[in-house]
């Protein structure tokens, strides 16, 4: 693939990466809270039954299962794009 379609096609390709990793990201999040607390849905902030702990826990779970599954996407972008652009000698060097 050429520099300049690899341009082009970078943008769209990530944006639906970035879509279907925040749904993986979204599931992940909702079964293990509910492993961790036998509750279907993780507390909202202006839910005020919710203890303060169980809110933190709750976003420190969602944020680190995003941030693992927003990294994975952009690495698994960036890898596609390098082997797509690079020719097979380059390739060969790398590996």
């Known amino acids: 693939m050429k520099p300049l379609t ?12 970035s879509l279907a990793a925040g749904a993986v990201a979204s599931l992940v999040t909702r079964r293990l809270w509910l492993v961790l607390t036998d509750r ?6 202006d839910d005020t039954s919710a203890s303060w702990p169980e809110l933190l826990v709750g976003a420190g779970l969602e944020a680190a ?24 000698s380059i390739r060969r060097r790398t590996s």
């Open 6 to 17: 690899a341009k082009i096609v970078y943008k769209p390709a990530g944006f639906g990466l």
């Open 40 to 45: 279907d849905s993780l507390p909202d902030a």
């Open 65 to 88: 299962v995003f941030a693992v599954a927003k990294t994975t996407a952009q690495r698994l972008e960036a890898t596609g794009i390098r082997r797509a652009v690079s020719s097979p």
